[in-house]
């Protein structure tokens, strides 16, 4: 891993976990709220050949476990394990995805993200289960639409590069 | 000669023991997982009160428009409760001069006074859905011990649950993790009051008790962690079942939390 995408982790982790605990936090639906450092998380995941991902989640979860009252098991579980599947998946069946599949991508991470910590929780009520469908709801469109961004930013930088050449 | 790919390898196995090794340490040592806690908040603590600055401002600003209908069925109510309020405070006034002449009259030792309120900005919120803790910018150096009342309004939002040097970690009153001795304030039945995701309940309230909806309900002081008559909510609607051991009442917060700003901890 190159040293400028170290530290563009780094400084991407800090960013995402400090607008999570002091800007988002403030914003519930049904104790739900959206959780920037999981949504940048299931994109590097998607996204990437390698496995350079793998260390911004074990970075994710070192902050998240600093920033955050969670066990640590559910944070390593959640940062680390889920998205490592996620791209086992994305390789294995969807190499090349398109906008539909990413949004299944994220649906089913966020809601298996929320449901693990609901399990840990053992809060087996109508609201816990309404919580975790506003999460899921909520974090999927926000991260279907930075994904979105991410790729037109991307097709307009490869499209201008290619015209200069 | 090593090539860039034996070095790229080595760097990333270099960089997956350090990570291995913090996590493990996070995870096996509280003592190192706090001095971390510690050493992030402190050096995070200036963009953190900006960004919930931030967060609040923008709250405000579409709350404004949202709420501009129900402002005034607000203002109409607040305006009656305040004329009933009156009424009350002066009730109060004059049962509080009553019991300071029957104190005197039978020799009570008066209490110590409610102790001295420290003021704390909130400057972190638990990012995680099911996990109800804030920090605040105050800590060890300030005086702040364990398990102490922290109030907004003189009404409870929760306790302190740790304590570093710099900053603390509440834990809320709506957290499913707290548990709080309370009791209905007329009708003196105890019970205990406990967070969640669905709201707050004063479970373990005897059968034969009766209470009105509306009826506040306050610390009740047992376990000496919380003193008495601090108030928390008023009474809801009953939750158990009639042929329950013991009655469940759900109870209204009277502080929304997640608009608060600043709060004040017991010292």
Known sequence: ?165 | MINLETMNRRAKTLLFIIFGTIILALAISPSFQSRAKSLFTRTTTGISIRLENFSHRVRRTFSFWTNISELKKQNEELSRKIISLQVDSSQIEELKNENALLKKELGFIEPSEIGTLVPAKIIERDAATFSDEITIDKGEKDGIVKGVAVVSNNILIGTIKNVMSDTSKILLITSKDSIIQAMLQNSRSKGILRGGISGLYLDDITTDTTYKIGENVVTSGLGGDIMSGMLIGTAGKLESASSSIFKTISVEPLVDISSLELVFVKK
């Open chain 1, 1 to 165: 891993m190159k040293q400028l995408k170290f530290l563009f982790y780094l400084l991407l982790g800090l960013l995402t976990v400090l607008l999570d605990v002091s800007f988002f936090s403030s914003f519930e639906i049904y104790g739900a709220s959206i959780l920037t450092s999981f949504i940048a998380m299931v994109i590097f995941a998607i996204r990437d050949n390698g496995d350079d991902y793998a260390y911004f989640g074990l970075l994710q979860v070192i902050l998240f476990a600093v920033f955050s009252s969670l066990p640590m098991g559910v944070i390593a579980l959640n940062f680390f394990l889920l998205p490592i599947g996620l791209n086992i998946i994305a390789k294995k069946y969807f190499p090349e995805p398109n906008n539909f599949t990413i949004l299944f991508y994220l649906v089913a991470a966020t809601f298996l993200f929320d449901f693990i910590l609901l399990v840990w929780s053992s809060e087996w009520n109508a609201s816990s289960f309404l919580a975790v469908g506003y999460f899921t709801a909520i974090n999927s469109m926000v991260g279907w639409f930075v994904y979105y961004v991410i790729d037109l930013l991307k097709k307009k930088y490869t499209f201008s590069s290619k015209i200069k050449i």
